[in-house]
């Protein structure tokens, strides 16, 4: 018998690509009673190109060493579960950023390819987040939540046209910013 994905003690990379029509990622009502936590020893996984996730479920306990996620082509996921380990969090060609919950070790958050989004709102509690990387959001005009970048060193822009980013957010006093006709790099 194959156990399930998450009760492989081992598994350290996952990525789930193409499955299209799935609208709930972890427990449902019929999930069965558990005894250990799920995917113990995770440390990186690829959400792509699931079109109809909306859910993602995770227990307490779930996930404890997962450092890095990558969600791509996922646009009705509305929230992101609580990962203490997070590090690295990175969302390409979603129509909406999901709901993060409070991430106190996350360092770097990528955001590229949200064609339609005219504001993009930040979430709080991210007080480790050294890296912000915002692409290709051609619709893009403004950013909320910048005041709480405190903790930034780099951030950078690229071909995001709308978004005139160097006269709104000189007041946080970056050290150098970097402009060139795609991209602007402002660095503390």
């Not at 709930?24 to 996730?53: C, D, I, Q, V």
């Not at 590090?87 to 958050?109: A, D, G, R, W």
Request: aromatic fraction near 8%; hydrophobic fraction near 40%; proline fraction near 6%.
């Amino acid at each position: 018998m194959i156990p399930a994905l998450g009760d492989l003690q081992s598994l350290r990379y996952l990525c789930i690509r193409k499955m299209y029509t799935l609208k709930t990622f972890g427990y449902t009502a019929s999930s069965e009673e558990r005894r250990a936590s799920k995917f113990p020893a995770l440390e990186l996984l690829k959400l792509w190109e699931m079109y109809e996730l909306d859910r993602w479920i995770v227990k307490d306990g779930d996930f404890p060493r997962l450092r890095t996620v990558s969600i791509c082509g996922c646009p009705l996921l509305k929230s992101l579960p609580h990962f203490p380990s997070l590090v690295n969090l990175s969302f390409h060609h979603c129509n909406q950023l999901p709901e993060i919950q409070e991430v106190l070790k996350l360092e770097s958050l990528k955001i590229e390819g949200f064609r339609d989004i005219f504001s993009l709102d930040l979430p709080p509690g991210l007080p480790a987040l050294k890296n912000l990387d915002i692409s290709r959001c051609n619709n893009l005009v403004s950013v909320v939540g910048s005041s709480k970048l405190s903790s930034v060193e780099k951030l950078k822009i690229v071909k995001c046209p709308k978004l005139d980013i160097v006269n709104k957010w000189q007041q946080y006093h970056f050290k150098k910013i970097s402009t060139t006709r795609d991209a602007t790099v402002i660095s503390i």
